[in-house]
């Protein structure tokens, strides 16, 4: 009998009252303040061990600050939540108006990442231009060496220990001339380079475009952390005024 009258309890729907309502909402504050402990906690971890003058760290973090924009966010907005019927306490309010004011401190400071990202990126990419034309520098002086080293052979087998030492195909033991071996030689060692040439160009390509995307998309979504911080204290205004200016207000 117990039972049956526990499933017929059971399969009555609930009427959602004030003090459910009230109990769905401090919910929200609470999973609110727990993502405001995450988010603590996952920006100490951005700035340890702190890099602060190496553009590469710094474009990183701006980044992960950005990825992670949305911890805070959520939390503010979960605890800023109430319904009309709420009677917030002094305390309360001291902790929302604290609240409200980092709001608008955070958005203040990711604008301020903007200038950074901007100037990281730019370093980044005469990093990346500066670095390929150090490897083609470094691969022309290298071509350079093994020309002058092949001009300065004179015997077949010299020829042949060159062409293993340099992993390229030698027909030392054919009937050619010693000049039509280098020949040979010197256009293996050309093709190589113009190869490595090619597929450093698309590696230098590629980084770039991978650059500019991760630049447009983070300095942009710097730009838009800011304003949604900044948005939210400004829509928190009820938590820094009296009632007499609510009032005004309405």
Request: hydrophobic letters at 40%; a positive charge.
């Amino acid at each position: 009998m117990k039972t049956r009258k526990l499933e017929k309890l059971s399969k009555k729907p609930i009427e959602i009252t004030e003090a459910v309502e009230k109990r769905s909402f401090a919910v929200l504050r609470f999973l609110g303040y727990t993502l405001l402990i995450f988010s603590l906690i996952d920006y100490i971890a951005i700035f340890i061990p702190p890099r602060l003058t190496d553009p590469v760290w710094e474009f990183q973090s701006i980044g992960q600050m950005v990825d992670h924009v949305w911890s805070p966010l959520l939390g503010l907005a979960f605890i800023f939540l109430y319904n009309q019927t709420s009677i917030v306490k002094a305390k309360q309010v001291s902790i929302l108006k604290v609240l409200s004011w980092l709001s608008l401190a955070i958005g203040v400071f990711y604008l301020l990442l903007l200038p950074l990202g901007i100037n990281n990126s730019l370093t980044l990419y005469k990093g990346i231009n500066a670095q390929f034309t150090n490897q083609q520098a470094q691969q022309q002086e290298q071509l350079q060496k093994v020309t002058e080293k092949l001009n300065g052979v004179k015997s077949p087998q010299e020829l042949n220990n060159l062409a293993k030492s340099l992993n390229l195909q030698s027909e030392a033991g054919s009937n050619q001339s010693p000049e039509d071996l280098k020949k040979k030689i010197l256009q293996q060692i050309q093709t190589v380079a113009q190869n490595t040439l090619a597929t450093a160009k698309a590696g230098n390509r590629e980084q770039i475009k991978n650059l500019v995307k991760n630049a447009i998309r983070i300095n942009l979504e710097t730009i838009i952390s800011g304003i949604s911080f900044i948005s939210l204290w400004n829509l928190t205004r009820w938590t820094r005024i009296t009632h007499k200016d609510i009032y005004k207000s309405e």
